[in-house]
């Protein structure tokens, strides 16, 4: 029997139902199907990002037939079910998928079963079907919800999980002995529900939670009701058995002692977990984590590795723990990583072994042997992937992970799965060829790039440019409201995980070393540093003052020198190389009137890049210069006085600018933020790796610009 009278008054779910909402697609199963799934991935107490599977069952005519036959449609391979779409679906006629147990020969045909699901297909436009179909389709529920949440697989995960999910429930919860997903499972779910008639749902020892009901609604509140009642039940038990995870071995620093500490950690910890591939990282020092690291059960429990399979895949069998002071001295890079070399070192010993112990004839070759999640007591939590969603998912599955131990401890004990149980899901040929499918990563997939000036004009260009073709930028500007219109835009079009934003002024260490620090606490370092911020003062000799020598020297010169010597050290503590690019002008090349400020600035930050590029070769660091000339669009240097002076220095009127400067050009060409973008990628999108001290002119052609 449902318990919905109290659907408003949840504690540990939320209850997001909108029944005006619902009432309005009403007789659309599908529609429905799609409007619960967002629901549910919507609070991720139900289910983590990328988990669980959702279903509906309905009736539709056969294309084929003309006949009415039974349709299931359910989310396909790979999808979410919060951001779920009708696309993401798969639809199969459901006598053909259950038809498949006449042929199935057993758990050794598992892989070949999901070939055969393409047979059942009713859809032609489907996703293709993922491994949990026979799952829902061996059930006779119109509507199944299959989640992840932590409160169910704390139970799950319990050494009397099974016990405990017969009296907490009373029977009405059936239960399935961990098995990884397949058409065998799917045939135990059906056995359990003919042995146990009447159920509301089933556990799965170690995975989650099957819940369904009539309609969309009973299916979404019989699944809510389930998880309510368990994690009551598991906050009813914190510290019956003693304080959680043993109680308190250290304790956190404060939190912004914590973030200079992560923040200082971060570069050594990427360069090392970057030994086969450019990874981005991701910090937290949630208070759940922080719970975790710091408790007495800490060395016991992280070793185990995690229960869920969608946990392990995404942070790997078990996590990296520091043994660092809280409070260390972070200060000297290299004698840090004498310190953490030789963890690193054992730990991917400690991976290889785990392959070569359970790996199969026809395994696939060993991957990335570094740990994804690193943590470090007293302060957080890193983890380290391709880019910053996987990063960010990991951190996030972790978390879960952690919920899960903190819920099975205390209400038994917490287990694991056996080393080769995770073995045999992380190594899965179906999930090696789902990687596979996955599209080959773009030219800057794993790059962090810092752009300065990048709230517009140029900068913007660049950092548009980068995220693009797969880097993180750190969004920077002097002028705050340009700055967050800027990051607004970016969050819109590229997504949360693109880029992050620091208010910098290029003359200020303090908020160079914020900026570097914001960067390093989202994604772990920097690699390519682009110096693009700048202003133009165009002024006869005789009108020229200190001031505005001064301020074009601090910013276009010191600016460049103190933004890419910060960008170096950090660079030095990864030791994967990296880039500087400076964005400098025609008129560092080409004298001009009243530009005696502005043109010898320019100059000096010309040559002040070939003398780092020498410097800095024995880094792997290469720096080049990119030089535009005269682009106007979107550039605050073009608003005021500076325009004014050029036109006047030519004779002209400033609206006839753009057509003067093309015209003056061998190509007749405008120059736009775009094609100085371009010009950088062609520097750091891997075609030049072995070039450093170049100058790229950007400028349609200006014979007095050329170099040689």
């Known amino acids: 029997m449902l318990n919905i009278k109290n659907k408003e008054g949840y504690k540990h779910v939320s209850y997001l139902w909108d029944e005006q909402y619902a009432t309005s697609l009403a007789g659309d199963e599908v529609a429905l199907l799609i409007y619960r799934s967002n629901l549910l991935g919507a609070d991720l107490r139900l289910t983590n990002y990328g988990g669980g599977n959702t279903s509906c069952k309905v009736r539709s005519i056969d294309p084929l037939t003309g006949e009415e036959v039974e349709v299931m449609w359910i989310k396909g391979s790979g999808g979410d079910l919060g951001t779920l779409k009708k696309s993401g679906l798969a639809a199969l006629y459901v006598d053909k998928l259950r038809n498949l147990e006449k042929i199935y020969p057993g758990k050794d045909g598992e892989d070949e079963m999901v070939a055969l699901f393409d047979h059942c297909i009713f859809d032609l436009s489907s996703k293709a079907p993922s491994i949990d179909t026979p799952l829902h389709g061996f059930l006779p529920f119109k509507h199944i919800d299959h989640l992840h949440p932590d409160a169910a697989i704390a139970i799950a995960a319990a050494k009397d999980g099974k016990q405990i999910t017969k009296e907490l429930f009373k029977g009405t919860i059936g239960w399935v002995d961990w098995q990884r997903p397949g058409f065998d499972l799917g045939l135990q779910l059906k056995q359990c529900l003919d042995e146990n008639p009447g159920i509301r749902g089933i556990m799965l020892g170690s995975h989650g939670l099957f819940t369904w009901g009539d309609t969309a609604y009973e299916s979404y509140v019989n699944t809510l009701d389930v998880i309510e009642q368990c994690a009551a039940f598991l906050e009813e038990n914190y510290g019956k058995k003693g304080p959680v995870f043993g109680g308190q071995r250290i304790e956190s620093l404060p939190a912004e002692k914590r973030q200079e500490q992560a923040a200082a950690l971060a570069p050594v910890l990427r360069g090392l977990c970057s030994s086969e591939r450019h990874m981005i990282g991701h910090f937290t020092d949630d ?7 710091n408790s007495n059960d800490l060395d016991r429990l992280a070793p185990m590795g995690t229960s869920c399979p ?31 070399v030789p963890a690193f070192e054992a730990y991917r010993a400690m991976y ?8 199969h004839p026809n395994s696939p070759a ?3 042997k570094n740990p994804v999640i690193i943590l470090y007591p007293g302060v957080g939590l890193f983890s380290f992937s391709k880019d910053k969603q996987t990063a960010r998912v990991a951190a996030e599955f ?4 952690i919920n899960v131990m903190k819920g099975a401890e205390a209400i038994s004990e917490y287990t694991s799965l056996p080393r080769q149980e995770a073995f045999d899901i992380e190594y899965w040929l179906l999930e090696e060829a789902k990687l596979q499918r996955m599209p080959k990563p773009k030219a800057l997939s794993g790059k962090i790039a810092l752009v300065t000036g990048s709230a517009g004009g140029i900068g913007k260009a660049i950092a548009k440019k980068f995220v693009e073709e797969g880097a993180v930028v750190v969004l920077n500007d002097n002028d705050a409201d340009r700055l967050e219109k800027a990051k607004e835009e970016f969050l819109s079009v590229y997504g949360k995980d693109a ?22 606490l989202a994604f772990g370092g920097v690699d390519v540093v682009v110096n693009c911020a700048g202003l133009s003062i165009s002024k006869p000799l005789e009108e020229h003052t200190d001031k505005d020598w001064d301020l074009l020297y601090d910013v276009l010169v010191k600016g460049q020198f103190k933004v890419t010597q910060h960008g170096v050290a950090i660079m030095r503590k990864q030791d994967l190389g990296g880039d500087v690019l400076n964005i400098v002008s025609k008129n560092a090349l080409v004298s001009g ?3 005696a400020g502005y043109g010898s600035a320019k100059a000096a930050q010309l040559h002040l890049s070939r003398l780092n590029a020498a410097e800095l070769g024995k880094d792997h660091i290469r720096v080049n210069v990119v030089n535009p000339d005269a682009v106007i669009s979107d550039s605050k240097i073009w608003e005021g006085a500076w325009a004014e002076g050029r036109a006047k220095a030519y004779g002209i009127t400033v609206a006839e600018l753009p057509a003067y400067y093309a ?3 061998l190509l007749n060409e405008i120059i736009l933020p775009e094609d100085i973008a371009n010009a950088c990628f062609v520097f750091i999108g891997g075609l030049l790796n072995k070039s450093t001290g170049n100058v790229l002119n950007v400028d349609g052609g200006v014979a007095m610009a050329f170099v040689r």
């Open 398 to 401: 972790y978390t879960n992970a």
């Open 287 to 293: 208070e759940r984590v922080l719970e975790y690291i």
């Open 310 to 340: 969608d946990h392990f895949l995404r942070t790997k069998i078990s996590p990296l723990v520091l043994e660092l002071a809280p409070d260390a001295d972070l200060s000297d890079a290299e004698q840090l990583k004498q310190q953490l």
């Open 663 to 665: 015209k003056r050009t």
């Open 593 to 595: 009137p009243n530009n």
């Open 366 to 368: 060993i991957r990335d």
């Open 499 to 520: 880029a992050v934003a620091a208010k910098l002024d290029v003359t200020s260490d303090i908020d160079i070393v914020a900026a570097y620090a914001i960067g390093s």
């Open 352 to 359: 290889a072994q785990y392959y070569e112990t359970c790996k």
